[in-house]
């Protein structure tokens, strides 16, 4: 019984860290989504503006 709980708590302490950098990657995830939502929107916009010229020279 003694080694199925050293067993369980090893698994235990394993599964924790996966958590922990699976925790670290997720954020990080997060992080890039941010920036490249900045970037396509910052990106629209210059669309629009391109847009609104060519509108504007017809």
Request: no cysteine; aromatic share 0%.
């Amino acid at each position: 019984m003694a080694a199925r709980i050293g067993i369980g708590l090893e698994e235990n302490e394993s599964l924790k860290q996966q958590h922990k950098v699976l925790q670290e990657e997720n954020r990080e995830t997060l992080r890039i989504n941010s920036e490249l939502k900045e970037e396509l929107q910052e990106k629209d916009k210059q669309s629009e503006k391109l847009q609104k010229k060519v509108l504007n020279l017809e």
